[in-house]
């Protein structure tokens, strides 16, 4: 029995990849969490008084305390400013983390397929020699029809016609296709197509 053959994951291939995808995926959740922090200020601010918002240093010169809100230097309003500027540092980071990630992506991808290449062309090259096979066999379907056809003999109504061009095309069009593109490929060469075959 043969055995499957595994593709292991990006993650596995490359150390690199793991560590990219990972650095991303925090750096996303640190924008998600300061986007729900914003919201959550902004939703504090519409329903306070106006005179709610002060600083520190208004509300001494005040004679007052200052609101557990307002615990930022400039209050509540100051810190949703500051999330507008970690905001953009966070996404000019997320977008080179998410550069590298692709690059990381590419490496472990590129590992990958380098392992898996020879087992990948063996199930091109049986699949090229089975459509080959399976040409030749309704060529010679098609060649028996044709002696019935000659002999003006009524079969159709007693033998079903089971030609295959809905499959394989007229002249093996299909086929043919396929098979150009393996050898294109370089997964299986030319002179191992039949003639009528090859493009």
Not at 4 to 9: A, G, L
Not at 10 to 23: I, N, Q, R, T, V
Not at 39 to 56: C, G, M, N, Q, Y
Not at 79 to 97: N, P, Q, S, Y
Request: aromatic residues 4%.
């Amino acid at each position: 029995m043969k055995q499957k053959t595994v593709v292991r994951s990006l993650e596995d291939a490359d150390a690199s990849y793991a560590s990219a995808k990972d650095l991303l995926t925090r750096l996303r959740a640190s924008l998600s969490a300061l986007d729900r922090e914003a919201d959550d200020i902004r939703t504090r601010l519409a329903s306070r008084p106006v005179a709610a918002e002060k600083t520190s240093r208004v509300a001494a010169l005040l004679g007052e305390s200052v609101d557990d809100d307002n615990v930022a230097p400039d209050g509540v309003s100051a810190r949703l400013k500051a999330i507008a500027g970690e905001r953009v540092d966070l996404r000019a980071a997320i977008e080179i983390a998410a550069q590298r990630l692709a690059t990381a992506r590419h490496a472990a991808s590129k590992t990958i397929c380098t392992e898996i290449k020879s087992d990948y062309s063996a199930r091109v090259k049986a699949v090229a020699d089975t459509l080959v096979a399976a040409h030749q066999a309704h060529a010679e379907l098609l060649e028996l029809s044709e002696q019935l056809n000659d002999r003006d003999i009524a079969w159709s109504g007693i033998l079903p016609p089971m030609h295959a061009h809905a499959i394989f095309g007229h002249d093996g069009g299909r086929i043919s296709g396929y098979l150009h593109d393996a050898v294109q490929a370089g997964f299986i060469e030319k002179k191992s197509i039949p003639v009528e075959l090859q493009r």
